[in-house]
């Protein structure tokens, strides 16, 4: 553990590269990760908790507080990622039943009690899914927007549009009441869209690389990467897959791999055409007040370099 790590809560709902970027923060002493809270998106949510327990084991830590969260979204009907991810939302490799236990307590529950009692301003929530948890507990407890230090969310698209309709990301589109709310609570924001992580793509080096560490976590990740890149390389016709929810772990540890501006986000929620689109005044066309960070560039290779690094230190 470094000095002063990072605390951080990690709000997901895996799927492979939730597990990857797990993965990522498990083997980084500058975060001290309070919890793993788990919400319905990629998968429902009983086996959302499952995964994520599964990754904790997979990563040697039982110690680590898993929390189920939300089943479903603040308003609309849940929609899932089989497609993408697998029936389990970790397809591509079979991983022992977990024994280590769920925790008792809601993950909003957790979240409102642990915002309220930990110093003001000291925890970052990173989410990797729909935002529906967060959405809860600032509408059951506004009061701890101004407790939490930043968010740092993977979701939207702007100049990369959407991946699960022309215009919406997947985290968005799921449960973009919940992002409205958080887009609106005057929380430090930091977006990190498919304009980013478009740019991080996996290749056959890499998943080489991994199978060469012979460990238990290079062979995990490398099956995952195998499973759940047919799906993009066949829509995108490209030779890997984008890495998305690494990259907000990726931006925690080395935030100079990333580039982007301060402006306004607003997302939309109620058209059925583009409902979960961003809508991101990049260009500064609006008067609208700057309400987040948005990325909107990575330097690809640092990041796979610091990755494989991270990812070699599990045994
Ligand atoms: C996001 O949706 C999910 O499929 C991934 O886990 C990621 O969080 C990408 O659109
Ligand atoms: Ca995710």
Same mark, same amino acid.
């Given at each position: 553990?470094?000095?002063?790590?990072?605390?951080?809560?990690?709000?997901?709902?895996?799927?492979?590269?939730?597990?990857?970027?797990?993965?990522?923060?498990?083997?980084?002493?500058?975060?001290?990760?309070?919890?793993?809270?788990?919400?319905?998106?990629?998968?429902?949510?009983?086996?959302?908790?499952?995964?994520?327990?599964?990754?904790?084991?997979?990563?040697?830590?039982?110690?680590?507080? /898993?929390?189920?969260?939300?089943?479903?979204?603040?308003?609309?009907?849940?929609?899932?990622?089989?497609? /993408?991810?697998?029936?389990?939302?970790?397809?591509?490799?079979?991983?022992?039943?977990?024994?280590?236990?769920?925790?008792?307590?809601?993950?909003?529950?957790?979240?409102?009690?642990?915002?309220?009692?930990?110093?003001?301003?000291?925890?970052?929530?990173?989410?990797?899914?729909?935002?529906?948890?967060?959405?809860?507990?600032?509408?059951?407890?506004?009061?701890?927007?101004?407790?939490?230090?930043?968010?740092?969310?993977?979701?939207?698209?702007?100049?990369?549009?959407?991946?699960?309709?022309?215009?919406?990301?997947?985290?968005?589109?799921?449960?973009?009441?919940?992002?409205?709310?958080?887009?609106?609570?005057?929380?430090?924001?930091?977006?990190?869209?498919?304009?980013?992580?478009?740019?991080?793509?996996?290749?056959?080096?890499?998943?080489?690389?991994?199978?060469?560490?012979?460990?238990?976590?290079?062979?995990? /990740?490398?099956?995952?990467?195998?499973?759940?890149?047919?799906?993009?390389?066949?829509?995108?016709?490209?030779?890997?897959?984008?890495?998305?929810?690494?990259?907000?772990?990726?931006?925690?540890?080395?935030?100079?791999?990333?580039?982007?501006?301060?402006?306004?986000?607003?997302?939309?929620?109620?058209?059925?055409?583009?409902?979960?689109?961003? /809508?991101?005044?990049?260009?500064?066309?609006?008067?609208?007040?700057?309400?987040?960070?948005?990325?909107?560039?990575?330097?690809?290779?640092?990041?796979?370099?610091?990755?494989?690094?991270?990812?070699?230190?599990?045994?």
């Amino acid at each position: 553990m470094s000095l002063h790590p990072q605390k951080i809560i990690i709000d997901t709902d895996p799927g492979q590269d939730d597990g990857v970027a797990i993965l990522l923060a498990l083997a980084s002493p500058e975060l001290d990760i309070l919890a793993l809270t788990t919400v319905a998106g990629n998968v429902p949510l009983a086996l959302t908790q499952r995964n994520a327990r599964m990754i904790c084991e997979l990563a040697k830590r039982t110690d680590m507080k /898993v929390f189920a969260g939300s089943d479903k979204p603040l308003k609309k009907p849940l929609v899932t990622a089989e497609n /993408v991810h697998g029936k389990t939302g970790l397809d591509g490799i079979e991983l022992p039943e977990p024994t280590m236990p769920l925790q008792e307590q809601h993950a909003v529950d957790f979240l409102i009690e642990t915002f309220r009692s930990a110093p003001e301003k000291s925890i970052t929530l990173c989410t990797l899914g729909p935002m529906t948890n967060i959405a809860h507990a600032l509408i059951q407890a506004p009061d701890i927007a101004s407790r939490i230090k930043n968010i740092v969310l993977m979701g939207g698209g702007f100049f990369e549009g959407g991946n699960i309709t022309p215009s919406a990301e997947f985290n968005m589109f799921v449960d973009p009441d919940a992002a409205k709310v958080v887009f609106s609570a005057g929380i430090d924001l930091t977006v990190i869209p498919l304009d980013v992580t478009h740019k991080a793509m996996t290749n056959a080096q890499w998943i080489k690389d991994l199978r060469g560490m012979h460990t238990s976590v290079g062979e995990a /990740v490398a099956a995952w990467t195998d499973f759940f890149e047919r799906y993009d390389k066949e829509k995108y016709g490209s030779e890997g897959a984008p890495l998305h929810d690494p990259c907000v772990i990726g931006y925690l540890l080395r935030p100079d791999l990333f580039s982007g501006r301060h402006i306004n986000v607003e997302i939309e929620a109620d058209s059925s055409l583009t409902a979960g689109a961003t /809508v991101a005044d990049w260009w500064g066309v609006t008067d609208r007040k700057a309400n987040a960070y948005y990325l909107n560039h990575i330097d690809r290779d640092g990041f796979f370099e610091l990755l494989t690094e991270r990812l070699g230190r599990h045994a």
